[in-house]
Structure formats: C-alpha cells, structure tokens
C-alpha cells in the first residue's frame, strides 16, 4: 500500500461530496478523521461496508470523528447510493483520482485473469493534528467499522 505509514502526515484532500457539499482535511482538522476508500457505489460489498459505518455514525461522532467514503464515483452516484441505504457517513466523489493516487489504494487489480487499474479496499485513521494513526490496508468488510471505531475510542481517551 503506496508509501503511507502511522505517525505520518495524511495527505491533503478537497473533492465534492453527495448533496453538493465539499470536503477537505484543512476543514476537519481539530477531529478525528476516518477516511475510508472503497470501489464502487451499490455493489455488495461496498454497501455492507457503507452501511456498517452509517449504523455507528452516532457513535463514531459522540468520539468525535468523521467518517468519510471515498471512491471515484460522482456525486449523483452518491447520492443515489446513499438515498437508496440510507446512509449516514459523507460520500467523497474523487473524480479526477488524486486522492486515491495520494493514498495509494488506486492499483492494479486482477479479475479472472484480466488485469486492470482499481480502487483497494483500505481505512486510514487520521488524528486531529492531521497525522495517520493507524491503517488497515486490504479490508474485509465483516466487522472492521466496530475494529475502526475501537481504534477511534482509543484515540480519544
């Protein structure tokens, strides 16, 4: 997973968010930030895992952080996506593909043999001075909201 490691500054982002709205690290600094990357809106796996950390959002808050999906999907996908469940974390539309440059989770991904470019399923723990707390790298989905929000409540005390 690129060159990112705990202790390290997080790297700066701003892109678009479903309703319109916009999200930048600058703007969240003070929180806790959970910055999760995931592949594609409305399939399987991405909407478990959209839907695990909308079931804790209350929780995540009351530890004072933010949680935030990312993929390259646009706005309306997202917002589509989090019409459609529910959902109660912000979506980050990464458009032009910086942000997951940046983290490096966009690689190469195989499927039945074919090789092609992807988003990797991976959660940064992003502390209130800005620094990478810890990283989960290769995420499956069954119970890794409960495993960040431990991660987040151990930040916090």
């Known amino acids: 997973m690129g060159e990112l490691t705990a202790g390290q ?16 690290l600058a703007d969240l600094k003070g929180k806790i930030v959970v910055l999760y990357f995931y592949p594609k809106d409305s399939t399987p796996g991405c909407t478990n895992e959209a839907i695990d950390f909308s079931a804790l959002s209350d929780d995540f808050e009351a530890a ?6 990312v993929s390259r999907d646009s706005v309306k996908r997202h917002d589509n996506f989090k ?16 942000v997951t440059e940046d983290y490096g989770v966009w690689v190469e991904k195989s499927l039945y043999g074919r090789k092609y470019m992807g988003i990797q399923r991976a959660t940064f723990l992003i502390d209130s001075q800005g620094l990478i707390q810890k990283l989960w790298p290769k995420v499956k989905v069954k119970g890794h909201a409960a495993e960040v929000l431990e991660a987040v409540r151990s930040l916090s005390d």
């Open 64 to 69: 004072g952080a933010v949680v935030v999906g």
């Open 9 to 24: 500054k997080a790297p700066a982002f701003d892109m678009p968010t479903d309703g319109d709205g916009r999200v930048s």
């Open 83 to 98: 019409a459609k469940n529910d959902l109660k974390v912000v979506l980050g539309a990464d458009l032009d593909g910086k």
